[in-house]
């Protein structure tokens, strides 16, 4: 019987309907129960159970204004009109280089020297050639001189009787044969003359001149190198330097024959170079050539450049609008544009839906006049941002996007 009392004993661990513990219970769950509601509600308003809306996207662009009156765009390269690879008339190994890529160099400036101790030596001796002519037609002209003295005299004595005509003709053959001589003398000069200008124009070719005011693109060749006008040698250099005249610049276009109708000499032009994105220069149309490329069917058009700079080099791609008038001065500064379909009005206020991340924030902003198909916008962004432009009226500040796969 103690036994069994014994076992039907435990001990009871609920909390006392009168105890603390047991009254905290109830209000720890309420606490938690409102602090999920709340969260949810704010998470809620966050737009986190909300769908995704998908939009399309634009960018917020820079834009000059002289796109609003381009009539054509054409692609190109800028091509020095004048160009030139500067080489040697004869063959010989090249001892000095006065340049290298980059170099300004003046018309007639010696660029290169090839060896010239052969060619100089024949000119030392055209040039003492021409001495001993010069020297034998003194000389001659002496021999003339007293010949004819010894003609008159012996002329005047022979029609006075009192010489005799052997005398006579000894002084007359010998006056003869000294002007023969001093012809010859003077023959003697002309080619020894001749000839030393020959040694100096031989002299000339070992040194290699700039044609015109040019610079440096390339050098070929080096000190040592056996330099020949037909490079046919094996290691020999036809050319020693490339140069271009950077005044002859031109941007070689490539318009289309249905659209050449549209392009004439003279037209204003708007030249950008892809090296320098961020700079525009003013061009007109110098040459319409007039041939067309059948396999692209194409008119090569040569746009020249008002603007020049330094930065401006050639082979360099570019990009040619046609334009229908001149840009003014305050047409010349980039502004900030947008795709109209980005914009809503709401409340009297204009605004776009920037995109940042995964959501959107409703952003004031200032537009100006259209440009094109697009319209100014002087405040609120900026180039480079993206916006939102389909669909806007389902929208609103903070609301989350998923940008549309194009």
Known sequence: MANEDLSKLKIDKSPAAGSPHGRRKPVFRVAVALFVFALIGVLFLKGFFTPAVEVEVAGISTTYPSQAFTLLNASGYVVAQRKAAVASKVTGRLVSLSVEEGSRVKAGQIIARLESEDVTATRNQAAANLHVARTNLEQARAELNDARISFDREKALLEQGYTTRADYDTADARYKKAE???EGAKAAIKANSAA???ADIALEYTLIRAPFDAVVLTKNADIGDIVTPIGAAANAKAAVVTIADMGSLLVEADVSESSLEVVKK???CEIQLDALPESRFRGEVHMVVPTADRTKATVMTKVRFIDKAPRILPEMSAKVAFLSRAVRKDEEKPLITVDPA?????????YVFLIKGDHVVQTPVTLGPQIGELREVRSGVKSGDRVATKPL??????????????
């Open 393 to 406: 009226d389902k929208l609103k500040d903070g609301s989350k996007i998923k940008v549309k796969e194009k």
């Open 342 to 350: 980005a914009v809503v009005t709401r409340g009297g206020r204009d």
């Open 196 to 198: 030393l200008q020959g």
């Open 266 to 268: 003279g037209q204003p």
């Open 180 to 182: 023969a001589a001093a």
